[in-house]
């Protein structure tokens, strides 16, 4: 069984910061990938950033220059840095992951509960 948990949503006025961090645990053989989504209401999810496990990393074009993500392979973790952060940020963010339970599987992908982040104008 693998569990993604998400923390650190709030929130925030416009032009603030805050950092999300997501842990994955469990029956985890290896995690290909790794990256954050977001659904606004009344709208489709969509990809914030991802980042592989060689480090390569891509943003949605909205939050490129404002948001950084990266990982810390010893813990099986990501972390979303949100910056000048606008009021069309808000949203739920998911974390998600792209990992294989046992060698030779094929991945699959997993995602935590969500965690709200409010941008107040």
């Known amino acids: 069984q693998v569990q993604l948990v998400e923390s650190g949503g709030g929130l925030v006025q416009a032009g603030g910061s805050l950092r999300l961090s997501c842990a994955a645990s469990?029956?985890?053989?290896?995690?290909?990938?790794m990256g954050w989504y977001r659904q606004a209401p009344g709208k489709q999810r969509e990809l914030v950033a991802v980042?592989?496990?060689?480090?390569?990393?891509n943003y949605a074009d909205s939050v490129k220059g404002r948001f950084t993500i990266s990982r810390e392979d010893a813990k099986n973790a990501v972390y979303l840095q949100m910056n000048s952060l606008k009021p069309e940020d808000t949203a739920v963010y998911y974390c998600?992951?792209?990992?294989?339970?046992?060698?030779?599987?094929?991945?699959?992908?997993?995602w935590g509960q969500g965690t709200e982040v409010t941008v107040s104008s």
């Open positions: 469990g029956s985890i053989f290896s995690i290909l990938a």
């Open positions: 980042i592989t496990s060689g480090g390569s990393t």
């Open positions: 998600n992951a792209v990992l294989q339970v046992t060698a030779g599987l094929i991945p699959y992908d997993y």
